[in-house]
């Protein structure tokens, strides 16, 4: 089995800063692109930013040049360094990993998410 496990989230004032981590753990045999998304109250999940396993970032226009994804494909982890957040930036941030699982398939993955607060 593959877990997702996200840590990070939590309450900020606007401006401030958050860094989110994503460790994938489990019977993995390769890992191609990894990734946040993020679901505020009452609309759709977006994307935030992703990474492929060659370096290749995607960033939404919401978040460019505030945001940094980084990733350590030695550990599987993925990391989101958060900056000048926003109130509109709350969400739950999820964590996605596009990888070879124990049935040799590439499945995308999902972890369970975490809440991020942006609130005077």
């Known amino acids: 089995q593959v877990q997702l496990m996200e840590s990070g989230g939590g309450f900020v004032q606007p401006g401030g800063s958050l860094r989110l981590s994503c460790a994938a753990s489990?019977?993995?045999?390769?890992?191609?692109?990894m990734g946040w998304y993020r679901q505020a109250p009452g609309k759709g999940r977006d994307l935030v930013a992703t990474?492929?396993?060659?370096?290749?970032?995607n960033y939404a226009d919401s978040v460019k040049g505030r945001f940094t994804i980084s990733r350590d494909n030695a550990k599987n982890t993925v990391f989101l360094q958060m900056s000048s957040l926003k109130p509109e930036d709350t969400a739950v941030y999820y964590c996605?990993?596009?990888?070879?699982?124990?049935?040799?398939?590439?499945?995308?993955?999902w972890g369970q998410g975490t809440q991020v607060t942006v609130s005077s």
């Open positions: 489990g019977t993995i045999f390769g890992i191609n692109a």
């Open positions: 996605n990993a596009n990888l070879r699982d124990f049935t040799s398939r590439w499945r995308d993955y």
């Open positions: 990474m492929s396993s060659d370096g290749r970032t």
